[in-house]
């Protein structure tokens, strides 16, 4: 099976919440790849791939965000994955 990738960006209150560390997790849990990180706008960016159901049900963790984080809006693109990445990490 090939795999799926979306790009993400989430706003809302997900800086200085956990957010970055959360997102690890969960990939890391669901065996997905790609990275995580801050942009200087104050949202969060997540490029992800890996089976299409396991990146439906990141994608669920990632809009409800950890505890004390708010999520308003997840900016989504579905792409071709690209199998460039091996692992899941937070990019600073």
């Known amino acids: 099976m090939k795999p799926a990738r979306f790009h993400a960006v989430i706003s809302g209150e997900v ?16 065996g997905i790849e790609g990275f995580v990180r801050n942009l200087p706008d104050g949202r969060v960016e997540v490029v992800a791939e890996g089976e299409k159901p396991r990146l439906e049900e990141f994608l669920g963790e990632l809009r409800r965000g950890p505890r004390n984080a708010r999520v308003r809006e997840v900016a989504l693109s579905w792409e071709v994955g690209t199998g460039e990445y091996h692992y899941f990490a937070i990019r600073y």
């Open 15 to 30: 800086q200085w919440v956990g957010f970055r560390a959360f997102a690890e997790r969960q990939a890391r849990r669901l």
